[in-house]
């Protein structure tokens, strides 16, 4: 993206003197935002107008598709929802950029040495004790949400996901998607025709899949996960009203063609448009996502407050204002979750740079009950409760195998007792990644729950959490989690194989008996970058990681994978150094692979 970022006018703590919350102490449902969003702009002739001119004469950006055409392609990108993308684009292009400047500053400070910590100037927020978000109430099919299923949208796993007997799936084009073009537009139709009960699908071998039922109120819930802010969509174009190119961003090409297409429909069948917002990293992130809301509610002729959002709470900076980002979104949000993978990824990117007192152990000995992850979960469940919000849980990676019953059976030990705690704790629901967990998962919370559809009157007074609990990630070690040299290696074997699967098109993968998916990837490979930079010596033999040990190591995973037709461990091999054993350290690594590895592959092709 290409807008120009003046940083000198929001400083590196823009917040503090910040109006945007100026409406603490009134009554919650009222608009007493600073922000710039009123129904006078609201693009009334937005479907009438045609595409790069309003019917006032008002220039307006253009959405043009550059990527290839597949069947059906035309029934998703019509000239309608392209002039509906490029009013979310003419409106938050600039902004996501600017926001995306602002969390590099804000990572910078950190890796400067300055600690993460609440803001003062959004104290009043906090204190407030009346507001409460919208929550479950007058959206229907979130009451209770007790075990949702995720997974990507391709036409199998969404049957499948919608006739697993969860109470809600989250449709996933985030951490468990490889964002190719036929992923990004065949699981909008998938999604489509879905929601109208059309939805049907015959794999290799002549299996037929079809929903158990053609009404969706039968069906779980559907909460949509667009991807993150930091994603561009390289197929689609966006030329702003001053003729300026550049590729438009995938959070709202994936939120504006969900909701344009099905929020009628939704709203006429019992539902609604639903989301999980993924990877925010400040209040002001939500604010955006709540503009955009307002914009799109108002182009779609749909109420202010029909929307729902589940803020995923997965980063560091974001854990410090939960509050805040209830508050931005009160009249959208139904809750948040903890994305505890995507927040490990956050502590580890934060604090990559502090030495040896910020190293976390091998990935697997770094549980939920760490102190400073159970920090992070107990002050989630009690800033939901206290504001109306249901808490919902996260992701166990351990995953059954139908041919492996020793497998199976511990999968179920281990997500059942992740299930407990987090029901014992007060979480309304959680997540689950394979449909043979759904039972497992729902019993622990039908031990707590009973009858009723959440706990989210259960209030937590007695946590007390501050930035010293959050930010105390050497208790991990302290009490006993070690670095080791298969610690070191499981990291480089688990990103080259993601890596590769994700270059292939696939977002989440089953890599020894453990879901891997964009998140636990990025663990994987920041975790060696980490432990590089840091001069961290394996405590089993007492060696140096070092670029050269790790290369070794490469080299010997590489050799014993397959180089078979279509795989592309070769390439995933290369965006593992640049990730991972260069000196600067991407934000993501799926930027770098999105443009220079998926874009224009095989799988990049209806
Ligand atoms: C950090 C985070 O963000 S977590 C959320 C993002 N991650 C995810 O959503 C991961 C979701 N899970 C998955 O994608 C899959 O479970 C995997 C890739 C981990 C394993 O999938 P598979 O190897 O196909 O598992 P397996 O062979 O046991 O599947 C058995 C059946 O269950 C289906 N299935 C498995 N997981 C799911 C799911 N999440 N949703 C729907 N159906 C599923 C499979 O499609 C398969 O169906 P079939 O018999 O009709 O072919
Ligand atoms: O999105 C979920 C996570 O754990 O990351
Ligand atoms: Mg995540």
Same mark, same amino acid.
């Given at each position: ?59 307006? =950006? ?444 696939? =977002? ?99």
């Amino acid at each position: 993206m290409t807008a120009t970022i003046d940083t000198r006018s929001q400083g590196t703590s823009p917040y503090d003197a910040d109006a945007g919350l100026a409406g603490i102490g009134t009554p919650p449902a009222s608009h007493l935002d600073s922000a710039p969003v009123s129904r006078s702009s609201a693009p009334s002739s937005l479907l009438g107008g045609g595409v790069g001119a309003s019917r006032t004469g008002t220039r307006r =950006g253009v959405i043009t598709v550059t990527g290839p055409v597949g069947p059906r392609y035309s029934e998703i990108l019509t000239p309608d929802a392209l002039a509906f993308l490029a009013l979310l684009h003419d409106r938050f292009d600039a902004a996501r950029d600017e926001l995306i400047a602002q969390r590099q500053l804000r990572r910078q400070d950190i890796a400067d040495g300055s600690d993460p910590d609440f803001r003062a100037s959004t104290r009043p927020v906090r204190d407030d004790p009346h507001w409460r978000v919208a929550g479950s109430r007058h959206a229907p099919g979130l009451e209770d949400r007790r075990v949702e299923i995720t997974g990507p949208t391709d036409p199998k796993m969404t049957i499948n996901a919608l006739n697993s007997g969860a109470r809600c799936w989250l449709a996933d084009a985030e951490d468990a998607s490889s964002p190719t073009w036929p992923n990004v537009v065949e699981g909008q139709l998938a999604l489509h025709d879905a929601i109208r009960g059309t939805l049907s699908f015959t794999n290799e071998a002549g299996k037929e899949y079809t929903l158990r039922s053609a009404d969706i109120v039968d069906l779980p819930t559907i909460v949509f996960r667009p991807r993150g802010w930091h994603l561009d969509e390289a197929h689609l174009r966006y030329t702003d009203a001053n003729g300026i190119t550049s590729s438009a961003l995938g959070s709202l090409v994936d939120f504006g063609l969900y909701i344009f297409h099905n929020a009628a429909e939704l709203i006429a069948r019992g539902r609604g448009p639903y989301f999980y917002l993924p990877k925010l990293e400040g209040y002001k992130e939500a604010r955006l996502w709540n503009e955009v809301f307002e914009v799109a509610q108002d182009a779609l002729g749909i109420p202010r407050g029909t929307i729902r959002a589940t803020v995923l709470i997965e980063t560091l900076p974001a854990a410090f204002e939960m509050e805040e980002i209830l508050y931005e979104l009160r009249d959208h949000c139904a809750g948040l979750n903890a994305g505890r993978w995507d927040y490990l990824f956050s502590v580890i990117k934060c604090f990559r740079t502090r030495g040896d007192s910020y190293v976390l152990p091998d990935r697997a000995q770094v549980t939920m009950t760490a102190p400073f992850m159970r920090a992070y979960t107990e002050l989630l469940v009690a800033t939901c409760h206290k504001r109306g919000a249901h808490a919902i849980g996260g992701m166990s990676a351990f995953i059954p195998d139908r041919r492996n019953p020793e497998v199976t059976r511990q999968a179920f030990q281990q997500v059942a007792g992740d299930k407990k705690r987090e029901a014992g704790d007060g979480f309304d629901g959680t997540w689950v990644a394979h449909p043979d967990l759904i039972p497992v998962a729902e019993a622990e919370f039908d031990a707590v729950l009973g009858d009723a559809p959440n706990q989210v009157s259960r209030q937590l007074p007695d946590v007390a959490v501050g930035q010293h609990e959050l930010l105390d990630v050497a208790s991990a070690r302290r009490a006993g989690a070690t670095v080791t040299s298969a610690g070191l290696r499981s990291n480089v074997s688990v990103a080259v194989r993601y890596i590769d699967a994700w270059l292939r098109g696939t =977002g989440a993968a089953a890599l020894d008996n453990l879901m891997e998916d964009a998140a636990t990837a990025e663990i994987s490979r920041s975790q060696v970058w980490q432990w590089i930079a840091s001069g961290t010596v394996t405590d089993d033999d007492q060696l140096l990681v070092t670029r050269e040990r790790v290369e070794a190591i490469l080299l010997d995973v590489v050799a014993t994978l397959p180089h078979d037709r279509g795989n592309r461990i070769d390439d995933a091999a290369a965006i593992f150094r640049a990730v991972a054993l260069e000196d600067d350290f991407p934000a993501f690594l799926t930027s770098p692979a999105y443009q220079g590895y998926l874009v224009g592959s095989p799988v990049d092709r209806p």
